[in-house]
């Protein structure tokens, strides 16, 4: 994805952070300006657009609360993030229900700026062709639009629903629209991947902890319940929670309160609770892994997504809304899918679901070539691009690929010039996946179907011939 047509304000009174933030930003390629105040702030906003803007919550003169007063009574519509080591409750809680998009507490990694940057910004371009949210639900199989009708129904009450399915159904959007569509739906969406957590960190990430509860907990530090306060929180995979979490859990929805780690007596909480699964969960409390006062408790609404393999019917609505989306955020224009191609979207099973057939077509997309996506370019049962590269009869050292006119041969190879061994064709093709992904490595490899040890053992064989990854990334 090309940032060099965004631009992002940072503002913040700390010196250091403000140019930590800065140096981070402009190594993805967007452009920037940067405010030490939020009247600084305000009055560069209100002279142009940004796609973002990153500020800091208390800052001397104008804060940041009252600098997002000020830009949304003046009709400025950029969306917002805060950042702040002096993160509360009900800060977070009145910046999102104010329209701030998201709050990150410091410290934090360089990282969670740039997978924030690229998630903003990818909605954002995305946006002004497709009209749908990020996580929009997209079907067109009579069963799904009934389970959609019944799940509006069930977001009219209060009850805690358990959405199972397997791993790729689309589980969170389900639980985003019940949210929506609920009395809660202005209110905060908070989704915990539960899988995600390490389990020495689940505990304060959920219920948050006191001021020196450990040793690094230099600031009280609210936990997802308290952020999801007056709206709606997402436990997903939520199988993975421990035993002994489990119990406190369960206290959790019984009582509707929580207590911080190291606090001394707990608080009243309004949060409404979606929990998804692809466990099932009977067998596990069967088992002894999953508390069966828990599982009553939680089971209230049970609803199941069905595979993508159950419900054909869905498949060429997704492929092409993703190809859509990934033709913008690659700027390809508009991407056909050839009739082959469509021929095999629909012959195969989609074990990873709703999840695959997204990557299936984002890699397509990005490999395809005068922007029709053949059949060729799914790389669909478990084919590989380096299976692909060594089986095509296509690929020979005589052959030149040009990345202007497309190749004299007739062999589709995502547009790169060639003229040399497979293993130089390797080379270029890796270097040309990083560069249309902006030099993300666990997204390349996963477009390349290979994994990301390989790609980095790739890459450091290119070291000897001078190739440099931060050329790429700027």
Same mark, same amino acid.
């Given at each position: ?31 920037? &300006? ?21 500020? &800091? ?8 609360? %009252? ?46 700026? +740039? ?7 990818? @909605? ?33 009450? +209060?009850? %805690? ?7 790729? %159904? ?69 199988? #993975?929670?421990? =035993? ?10 019984? #009582?509707? #309160? ?14 409404? @609770? ?26 209230? @609404? ?12 869905? @498949?060429? +609505? ?18 056909? =899918? ?28 990005? =490999? ?6 053949? #059949? ?99």
């Amino acid at each position: 994805m090309d940032l060099s047509s965004k631009r992002i304000l940072i503002v913040d009174d700390d010196d250091n952070m403000r140019e930590a933030m800065y140096e981070t930003v402009r190594r993805m390629g967007v452009q920037i &300006d940067t405010a030490s105040d939020g009247q600084e702030g305000f009055e560069k906003a209100s002279k142009k657009p940004y796609d973002l803007i990153i500020s &800091d919550m208390r800052m001397p003169n104008v804060d940041g609360m %009252t600098m997002m007063n000020m830009m949304q009574s003046s009709g400025v519509s950029s969306p917002l993030c805060f950042v702040t080591a002096f993160g509360t409750v009900n800060n977070a809680v009145q910046a999102l229900k104010l329209g701030a998009y998201d709050y990150i507490l410091k410290p934090f990694a360089p990282e969670v700026i +740039e997978e924030l940057v690229r998630r903003v910004l990818e @909605i954002e371009e995305v946006a002004p062709l497709t009209k749908r949210k990020k996580n929009t639900a997209i079907f067109r199989s009579a069963f799904m639009s009934q389970l959609f009708m019944l799940a509006k129904d069930v977001a009219a009450s +209060e009850a %805690t629903v358990l959405i199972t399915g397997e791993s790729g %159904t689309g589980k969170e959007v389900f639980a985003r629209f019940i949210h929506e569509n609920s009395s809660r739906g202005s209110g905060p969406f908070v989704a915990v991947n539960c899988a995600a957590l390490p389990e020495n960190l689940m505990e304060s990430e959920l219920f948050g902890y006191e001021k020196g509860a450990f040793t690094g907990a230099a600031n009280r530090k609210p936990g997802k319940f308290e952020l999801a306060h007056g709206g709606t929180i997402l436990l997903d995979e939520l199988g #993975e929670i421990p =035993l002994h979490l489990q119990a406190k859990l369960l206290r959790v929805l019984q #009582e509707k #309160e929580v207590e911080r780690l190291g606090g001394t007596k707990p608080f009243k909480i309004n949060v409404r @609770i979606l929990a998804t699964t692809n466990r099932e969960l009977k067998k596990e409390v069967d088992a002894g892994n999953f508390r069966e006062d828990l599982y009553y408790r939680l089971n209230v @609404i049970s609803m199941e997504l069905p595979p993508l393999r159950d419900r054909k019917d869905d @498949i060429m +609505e997704l492929a092409s809304f993703f190809a859509e989306k990934y033709c913008q955020i690659n700027g390809k224009g508009t991407c056909k =899918l050839a009739d082959d191609a469509q021929a095999a979207l629909l012959d195969y099973d989609w074990p990873g679901n709703v999840r695959e057939l997204e990557h299936t077509i984002e890699r397509a997309v990005v =490999l395809c070539k005068d922007c029709v996506v053949s #059949e060729r370019n799914l790389f669909l049962h478990g084919i590989t691009i380096n299976q692909f590269m060594a089986d095509s009869s296509d690929l020979t050292s005589a052959e030149t690929f040009d990345v202007n006119d497309g190749g004299n041969s007739g062999g589709e190879t995502a547009g790169i010039e060639f003229a040399g061994t497979i293993a130089e064709m390797e080379r270029e093709l890796i270097i040309k996946t990083l560069k249309e992904t902006g030099g993300n490595r666990t997204k390349a490899a996963e477009l390349l179907g290979i994994t990301v040890r390989t790609l980095r053992n790739k890459l450091n064989e290119y070291k000897d011939d001078g190739f440099n990854i931060d050329d790429i990334t700027g």
